[in-house]
């Protein structure tokens, strides 16, 4: 019951965004001349309203399911089953945000000295215990990545202080 | 015949073979890491082969596709746990030879029938490739826009338990095909002023990152201890007799076809293929109550069908441009960025490129033995590697890959934008895969819809009135249809699913 109510959810905040993309976002984004046959806006208003629609079908059928099992839906619902664990998130969250981070400093520290300490932070949040092993494999892998990438392939990456 | 034997000589050089070899190794371990898919391993290299000349892009990236199909098949043998959904057949025979002592015998017939099954994979591709271009040269903007849809309805049917989440997915794919310039009119789309966008959306942050970083994140869930754990796999010393081989000749090539065949139809690819030849060979044998107990043909059938699928997923992918699977919708974008566009002109435009792709396909079954032979002892430890380590070594990999390309790191941010967009939709039941196609057909699909409107006077009649493009609708409708059945009746049983605290729920 819990995946039927996440789909009512889903469909619901699907639908919204339907509506905000077809009323806001496209008259906003794309500008069309007057006169013109089947413009600009023509294929993305036509894929919105089959998305706004998916949408509201799914979170109706969900709606409904819940309903014809309202009794099974109350008591799942009383235990507190449906709660959604967000902590289960939180290394995902953590993972995101370190490497938008991590991105935003290449630019200013250069590929190798913003790699190697985000690939050491990396290889312990995903459980590598060992922070000495996690250095050797970050100052030899990050290494090796940039000469093949930037010899080999000619690939010029963000320069740092220390010109690499 | 002289362009076909101009064409061959081409592969015979040392960077070509070099990259064919390279391409096969990088796929035999892409495949063989369970997390890591086929399409994972073929988005990691597209970066790479868009700096190489286009004959040895091709080897590269045809190369790395039978590796990663045969790869899959080494994990399930050692360790019960196929390494691409493609292999999963395998593991209900492989593992139990790996079991009984078998394991090399067992890697080893796997080995020869990926083989055999890539034989006959692109001997269908030759056979059907040309004829079906010659029959698509007649299609116009209503032909192509019903066949677009049929494939986006297959796709989004198959992929998923729910046809409306497919449709949901296919649609997000379709609006993300809609940014940067309108391709009739030539304005701007969802650029939001930012110069970055006015080409559309960066093909590689979207494959890289709905398919490697998302699944990177997915692995994220198990939690450290089990990310940190080392499988246990066993030894490889036992051999396969050649009487051992030939005794599978004919479950190979009945698998084989069936492979191509399964593999031609869009959204159907190495995983159904796996299972229909497994059941098909199990119907067939004089034992079939010895399936499942660790015998080659139940290792053979699965394996000469998921590489066979390589050739027959490449007959609407050369043909029509449309791709048959994830793997070769990224194919699709390779090819592009090296100018080659599939499709029925490619045949009479370009037709050495087509030369190209069916000799890399064929010279890979090669390097598949060659690698394969030589790297079995190798890739069994490679197999080893804790999660661990090796998933922030591939995020690594994702970063440079899809700053590569335009040496932009706004590419990147997307490509960290679209992992976890690509994460939250897997968590909520949104297959990725008609979201990838339709990401890739979206511009095509777009340009016949209004193609077919303009030259009918915005009448949507045309595409009822021309009887190939009323077939393939009516197909796409008919077959959604039967796909909302057959949920109607799944929608009935009990489902046992693992939730985010690792706990078996039932919904």
Same mark, same amino acid.
């Given at each position: 019951?819990?995946?039927?109510?996440?789909?009512? &959810?889903?469909?619901?905040?699907?639908?919204?965004?339907?509506?905000?993309? %077809?009323?806001?976002?496209?008259?906003?984004?794309?500008?069309?001349?007057?006169?013109?046959?089947?413009?600009?806006?023509?294929?993305?208003?036509?894929?919105?309203?089959?998305?706004?629609?998916?949408?509201?079908?799914?979170?109706?059928?969900?709606?409904?399911?819940?309903?014809?099992?309202?009794?099974?839906?109350?008591?799942? &619902?009383?235990?507190?089953?449906?709660?959604?664990? %967000?902590?289960?998130?939180?290394?995902?969250?953590?993972?995101?945000?370190?490497?938008?981070?991590?991105?935003?400093?290449?630019?200013?520290?250069?590929?190798?000295?913003?790699?190697?300490?985000?690939?050491?932070?990396?290889?312990?949040?995903?459980?590598?215990?060992?922070?000495?092993?996690?250095?050797?494999?970050?100052?030899?892998?990050?290494?090796?990545? %940039?000469?093949?990438?930037?010899?080999?392939?000619?690939?010029?990456?963000?320069?740092?202080?220390?010109?690499? | 015949?002289?362009?076909?034997?101009?064409?061959?000589?081409?592969?015979?050089?040392?960077?070509?073979?070099?990259?064919?070899?390279?391409?096969?190794?990088?796929?035999?371990?892409?495949?063989?890491?369970?997390?890591?898919?086929?399409?994972?391993?073929?988005?990691?290299?597209?970066?790479?082969?868009?700096?190489?000349?286009?004959?040895?892009?091709?080897?590269?990236?045809?190369?790395?596709?039978?590796?990663?199909?045969?790869?899959?098949?080494?994990?399930?043998?050692?360790?019960?746990?196929?390494?691409?959904?493609?292999?999963?057949?395998?593991?209900?025979?492989?593992?139990?030879?790996?079991?009984?002592?078998?394991?090399?015998?067992?890697?080893?017939?796997?080995?020869?029938?990926?083989?055999?099954?890539?034989?006959?994979?692109?001997?269908?591709?030759?056979?059907?490739?040309?004829?079906?271009?010659?029959?698509?040269?007649?299609?116009?903007?209503?032909?192509?826009?019903?066949?677009?849809?049929?494939?986006?309805?297959?796709?989004?049917?198959?992929?998923?338990?729910?046809?409306?989440?497919?449709?949901?997915?296919?649609?997000?794919?379709?609006?993300?095909?809609?940014?940067?310039?309108?391709?009739?009119?030539?304005?701007?789309?969802?650029?939001?002023?930012?110069?970055?966008?006015?080409?559309?959306?960066?093909?590689?942050?979207?494959?890289?990152?709905?398919?490697?970083?998302?699944?990177?994140?997915?692995?994220?869930?198990?939690?450290?201890?089990?990310?940190?754990?080392?499988?246990?796999?066993?030894?490889?010393?036992?051999?396969?007799?050649?009487?051992?081989?030939?005794?599978?000749?004919?479950?190979?090539?009945?698998?084989?076809?069936?492979?191509?065949?399964?593999?031609?139809?869009?959204?159907?690819?190495?995983?159904?293929?796996?299972?229909?030849?497994?059941?098909?060979?199990?119907?067939?044998?004089?034992?079939?109550?010895?399936?499942?107990?660790?015998? =080659?043909?139940?290792?053979?059938?699965?394996?000469?069908?998921?590489?066979?699928?390589?050739?027959?997923?490449?007959?609407?992918?050369?043909?029509?441009?449309?791709?048959?699977?994830?793997?070769?919708?990224?194919?699709?974008?390779?090819?592009?960025?090296?100018?080659?566009?599939?499709?029925?002109?490619?045949?009479?435009?370009?037709?050495?490129?087509?030369?190209?792709?069916?000799?890399?396909?064929?010279?890979?079954?090669?390097?598949?033995?060659?690698?394969?032979?030589?790297?079995?002892?190798?890739?069994?430890?490679?197999?080893?590697?804790?999660?661990?380590?090796?998933?922030?070594?591939?995020?690594?990999?994702?970063?440079?890959?899809?700053?590569?390309?335009?040496?932009?790191?706004?590419?990147?941010?997307?490509?960290?934008?679209?992992?976890?967009?690509?994460?939250?939709?897997?968590?909520?039941?949104?297959?990725?895969?008609?979201?990838? =196609?339709?990401?890739?057909?979206?511009?095509?699909?777009?340009?016949?819809?209004?193609?077919?409107?303009?030259?009918?006077?915005?009448?949507?009649?045309?595409?009822?009135?021309?009887?190939?493009?009323?077939?393939?609708?009516?197909?796409?409708?008919?077959?959604?249809?039967?796909?909302?059945?057959?949920?109607?009746?799944?929608?009935?049983?009990?489902?046992?699913? =693992?939730?985010?605290?690792?706990?078996?729920?039932?919904?």
């Amino acid at each position: 019951m819990k995946k039927v109510y996440s789909d009512l &959810r889903s469909g619901i905040l699907l639908f919204v965004i339907s509506l905000l993309m %077809y009323f806001v976002l496209i008259p906003a984004q794309i500008s069309v001349k007057a006169g013109k046959n089947l413009a600009a806006d023509f294929f993305p208003k036509l894929t919105v309203i089959v998305f706004g629609l998916c949408g509201l079908l799914l979170a109706v059928t969900s709606a409904y399911d819940l309903y014809r099992r309202r009794e099974q839906a109350a008591k799942e &619902r009383a235990q507190g089953l449906w709660k959604t664990n %967000y902590k289960a998130f939180l290394p995902h969250a953590i993972f995101l945000v370190s490497a938008i981070v991590y991105l935003m400093l290449m630019q200013y520290l250069g590929f190798v000295l913003s790699s190697i300490p985000f690939l050491i932070f990396l290889l312990w949040h995903f459980g590598s215990p060992s922070w000495g092993k996690n250095l050797v494999i970050a100052a030899v892998y990050v290494p090796i990545v %940039y000469l093949i990438f930037s010899y080999g392939f000619r690939i010029r990456f963000p320069m740092g202080p220390l010109g690499f | 015949m002289s362009l076909i034997l101009e064409t061959l000589v081409g592969f015979f050089s040392v960077q070509v073979l070099f990259a064919l070899l390279a391409g096969v190794a990088v796929g035999i371990i892409g495949g063989g890491l369970p997390g890591i898919s086929p399409s994972m391993t073929i988005a990691l290299l597209l970066p790479i082969s868009l700096y190489l000349p286009t004959t040895v892009a091709i080897a590269l990236l045809m190369g790395a596709y039978q590796g990663a199909m045969f790869g899959g098949s080494v994990s399930a043998i050692l360790i019960n746990t196929p390494g691409t959904a493609s292999a999963a057949a395998t593991t209900l025979d492989g593992y139990k030879m790996a079991l009984n002592g078998q394991a090399g015998k067992a890697l080893l017939m796997a080995l020869y029938a990926s083989c055999t099954g890539g034989i006959i994979g692109t001997i269908i591709l030759l056979a059907m490739a040309k004829p079906l271009s010659a029959v698509t040269l007649k299609f116009g903007p209503p032909e192509y826009f019903g066949l677009m849809l049929l494939s986006l309805a297959l796709i989004a049917g198959i992929s998923g338990r729910s046809l409306l989440k497919g449709i949901i997915s296919a649609s997000i794919g379709l609006l993300f095909a809609t940014v940067g310039m309108d391709p009739i009119y030539g304005s701007k789309r969802f650029t939001f002023g930012n110069i970055n966008l006015g080409d559309g959306i960066q093909t590689l942050s979207i494959f890289i990152g709905l398919f490697a970083l998302a699944e990177v994140l997915s692995q994220l869930s198990k939690g450290k201890a089990d990310l940190y754990q080392k499988p246990s796999t066993l030894t490889v010393n036992d051999k396969l007799s050649f009487a051992e081989y030939w005794s599978q000749k004919s479950n190979m090539i009945i698998s084989g076809v069936m492979g191509a065949l399964i593999g031609v139809l869009p959204g159907i690819g190495g995983s159904t293929a796996c299972f229909v030849a497994y059941a098909e060979a199990q119907r067939r044998s004089k034992h079939p109550e010895k399936f499942g107990t660790g015998i =080659i043909d139940g290792v053979a059938a699965p394996e000469a069908a998921n590489n066979a699928v390589c050739g027959g997923a490449l007959v609407p992918m050369l043909t029509l441009g449309i791709p048959g699977d994830v793997v070769t919708a990224i194919l699709v974008g390779a090819l592009i960025a090296h100018g080659i566009k599939p499709g029925p002109l490619l045949f009479i435009d370009d037709i050495g490129s087509v030369y190209k792709v069916y000799i890399a396909l064929l010279l890979s079954v090669v390097g598949l033995l060659i690698i394969g032979r030589l790297g079995i002892p190798v890739f069994s430890k490679i197999v080893k590697l804790r999660k661990a380590v090796l998933l922030p070594l591939i995020f690594i990999i994702c970063v440079v890959g899809t700053y590569s390309s335009r040496a932009n790191l706004f590419d990147t941010m997307m490509m960290v934008g679209f992992g976890a967009l690509g994460f939250i939709l897997n968590k909520n039941g949104f297959p990725i895969p008609p979201m990838v =196609i339709a990401f890739v057909i979206g511009t095509q699909l777009e340009t016949s819809l209004r193609q077919s409107l303009l030259l009918s006077g915005n009448n949507p009649a045309i595409f009822f009135t021309r009887p190939i493009s009323c077939v393939l609708i009516v197909g796409a409708i008919v077959f959604a249809a039967f796909m909302v059945r057959r949920n109607r009746k799944m929608g009935n049983k009990e489902i046992v699913v =693992i939730n985010d605290a690792g706990e078996e729920e039932v919904v």
